[in-house]
């Protein structure tokens, strides 16, 4: 299998992952072509890789951001044949939860996954997720015109960030979103630590 491995760097790459990337690819069975991504914005980093990827002859794309490190290689993700994978990220917002998410009951409101309830399950199905760590098929690329963009609503005001829109664009084209719990990332920030004081 042919795979495309985007690194988002601006600049830098944690360490740790930098670490990682040299052990996966001594363990891998696929062939893996890595391009470091250093452009900005977000949105044309983004969808210039995927312009790139689309241009090759590579079958998936693996998209990882500078830092975060996924508990195990995803490049083995693969191997399940899914069309959108994402490994899931600690993200802190008021409190600490994973960027994978689920419709409520009513489908109105994404919900983050909870973690304590799931993390014995692996494979799990989601609606919506982030893009830190992300495998896509090639079909999944080719059917979504540009698959990275903001919505915005007649006031400027952003309605659905980058990826939970990517993750709007791939359910509305038919798609199924995945995210495996064995592969849960360490995301590294600065923070004030009086954050988590209650």
Same mark, same amino acid.
């Given at each position: ?27 891998? !069975?696929? #062939? ?5 991504? #250093?452009? !900005?914005? @977000?949105?044309?980093?983004? @969808?210039?890789?995927?312009? *790139? ?8 794309? &693996? ?20 069309? +959108? ?52 098929? *090639?079909?999944?690329? #080719? *059917? ?17 960030? &980058? ?20 592969? +849960? ?9 009086? @954050?988590?004081?209650?």
């Amino acid at each position: 299998m042919k795979i495309y491995l985007a690194i988002y760097t601006t600049g830098w790459v944690k360490k740790e992952l930098s670490l990682a990337l040299i052990q996966w690819l001594r363990k891998t !069975e696929h #062939e893996v072509f890595i391009d470091f991504i #250093e452009v !900005e914005p @977000n949105e044309h980093a983004r @969808n210039s890789t995927v312009k *790139r990827f689309l241009e090759s002859d590579n079958e998936y794309l &693996l998209q990882i951001d500078n830092d975060v490190l996924p508990a195990n290689n995803p490049l083995d993700l693969v191997k399940l044949e899914k069309d +959108v994978i994402s490994c899931p990220v600690w993200i802190y917002q008021h409190k600490l939860f994973l960027n994978i998410y689920r419709y409520d009951e009513n489908k109105e409101f994404l919900i983050p996954v909870d973690y304590e309830s799931n993390k014995n399950n692996g494979l799990i199905e989601i609606d919506s997720t982030g893009t830190g760590v992300l495998l896509c098929s *090639r079909k999944v690329l #080719e *059917r979504i015109d540009k698959p990275f963009e903001r919505e915005y609503d007649e006031k400027g005001i952003a309605t659905y960030g &980058l990826d939970l829109y990517f993750s709007k664009k791939v359910k509305d084209a038919g798609f199924k979103i995945f995210s495996h719990l064995d592969y +849960v990332g360490k995301h590294y920030k600065m923070i004030d630590l009086s @954050n988590f004081i209650n």
